[in-house]
């Protein structure tokens, strides 16, 4: 399956190392809020933006040539799920809302990761 071809890969290359290295040093050198906790597959690096809003700094970041995403829409929101019933999810869409999420994939070069924490750092 793709799956087991994922993991083999990962397995046999520095991938997940290296994703994590680069977590590590964004957690370290962005001077935002941060999500909390451990991050396993470290493809993606979560913060909060504290002087432009969400929409303002992802702009930003893509100016520069950056990728960032937030978790809009939620599975609540999507035509798929809006008919089912939910008990609300007011925390989700304040998190969805305020925070980015940049890539920290092995393929980044040292120069965009400098990009990415001085960008994320004017955020």
Known sequence: SVVLEDIKILEETD??????ANHVLFEREIKRRQFEGENYNCIMFCFYPEKLSTIEARKLLREKGIQS???????????????????GYANAKLIAETHLRIPCHEFLTEQEKELIIEMSNKT
Request: hydrophobic share 30%.
């Open 69 to 87: 995403y937030s978790f809009n829409p939620l599975y609540p929101e999507l035509n798929a799920f809006k008919h089912y019933p939910n008990v």
């Open 15 to 20: 991938n997940r190392k290296i994703r994590k």
